[in-house]
């Protein structure tokens, strides 16, 4: 049974740091490459951050780069995202997105 559970999630004042996690069960974790997401109410949801499994190349929107970084632990089958320097429109549910499998979203709050 594939599962995705985030965590990490919460209340955060603007400037600060967060750590989202996500672990995974159910699957080869290490053959696939893995990504968060957000969406805003009222926004379009965007991509956040992407590991390409082949290569290990990282990418990143332009609007959290410098500022996010994703990684993963394949023999913990987490990915992580960390967030530093958070900004107001940062505030989204953030998903974790493996081999096709969605997390169930978590919400992220960035205020002060």
């Known amino acids: 049974q594939v599962r995705l559970v985030e965590s990490g999630g919460g209340l955060v004042q603007p400037g600060g740091s967060l750590r989202l996690s996500c672990a995974a069960s159910?699957?080869?974790?290490?053959?696939?490459?893995v990504s968060w997401y957000r969406q805003a109410p009222g926004k379009e949801r965007e991509l956040v951050a992407v590991?390409?499994?082949?290569?290990?190349?990282?990418n990143y929107a332009d609007s959290v780069k410098g500022r996010f970084t994703i990684s993963r632990d394949n023999a913990k089958n987490t990915l992580y995202l960390q967030m530093d320097s958070v900004k107001p429109e940062d505030t989204s549910v953030y998903y974790c997105?493996?081999?096709?499998?969605w997390g169930q979203g978590i919400q992220v709050t960035v205020s002060s």
């Open positions: 590991i390409i499994s082949s290569a290990g190349t990282t």
């Open positions: 159910g699957f080869t974790f290490s053959r696939y490459g």
């Open positions: 997105i493996i081999g096709g499998y």
